[in-house]
């Protein structure tokens, strides 16, 4: 059985909701990154056995298989073919798993795996009655940039609860205080805004035709403990709340790509190779705490421990969960906790984060000359997965 390596990564800057971004479809936006990271790597799209590609809300542009389009707007071949996956927030890291497990069962030699979402382009829907002529009375409409809809009335009401409300439960439950997650949202701002200032994310970033975004468009330079002390608490009712939106992931818009392939695939230096991966579950309304056993899962597949790993690339959800999953893994040093920054600052556009953080982390062991990292991400509904790579 076949290894399986990353031989490119890339992404867009992340724009946030209606910004620099909002203009662009999401079929096109898949497209820019399907097509640069296959030029970079100097690779005929022919030779792609297929494209994975993950969008966690298929209601609007992206329908009806994103992944299909992008290739064929990337100017692919019409042979390669296309599928799309959608495990919410994970659905490029998902992207990424199924690709590998497709070379290391050797149906494919080089799959391009990866993720977009456009939460500012998500359009508004509204449920079809079953019947020719609906009843008389009005009708609910939803809004699918993020969070529930159309929810089955047989899910007990605690699992159903907003993301953000089981932000503030695992807050509660673990003892972390508004002071702490404040204080880890203006850390992540500061260390990507001195990363893009250093150059650290160049190897990964490719613009956006007609669009005028050099960095990522949601990091604010000049965070402060003392400025976000001053937001509102959004999801207690109590006004006792600590998550806020300065301690959230904000809604934006990119895309990711990663190139996989078999060992000797292309002629260039791999920048890592996938050593392991796992998925775990929890009950919904503890989604946020999904990845402490995702990475523990993954780290004893790949024959490491919180020990050997250098790196960690974990979604910033939100600062609460991201703070319950440090608190979940005691012997790995926080200070390897995206040292550059997270989503956060940097954005989560939900089908492409996972691409983001993978691709980072890869990036980075290629920068450092080696090492072990492990990308993990939260998902709605109760579930965790993550990633281990090695250089």
Known sequence: MTGTYIYDAVRTPFGRAGGALSGVRPDDLAAVVMRAVVDRAGVDPARIADVIFGDANQAGEDNRNVARFG????????????????????????????????????????????????????????????KPWPAVGNQTMWNTSIGWRMTNPALPRPWTISNGESAEKIAREWGITREAQDAFSVRSHELAALAWADGRYDAEIVPVPGCELVRDEGIRDGSTVEKLAGLTALFAADGEGTVTAGNSSPINDGASAILLGAEGALESEPLARI???????????????????????????AGRSWADVDLVELNEAFAAQSLACVKGWPELDPDRVNVHGGAIAIGHPLGASGGRIIGHAAQELARRGGGVAVAAICIGVGQGLAVVIER
């Open 71 to 130: 290739a064929l707007l990337a100017g692919f071949p019409t042979s390669v073919t296309g599928t799309t996956v959608n495990r919410l927030c994970a659905s490029s890291v998902e992207a990424v798993i199924q690709g590998s497990r497709a070379i290391e069962a050797g149906d494919a030699e080089l799959i391009l795996a990866g993720g977009v979402e456009s939460m500012s382009r998500a359009p508004f829907v509204v449920e079809k009655s079953p």
């Open 275 to 301: 050593t392991g991966r796992a998925a775990h579950g929890v009950d919904p309304d503890v989604f946020p705490i999904a990845p402490i056993e995702a990475a523990n899962k993954a780290l004893a597949r």
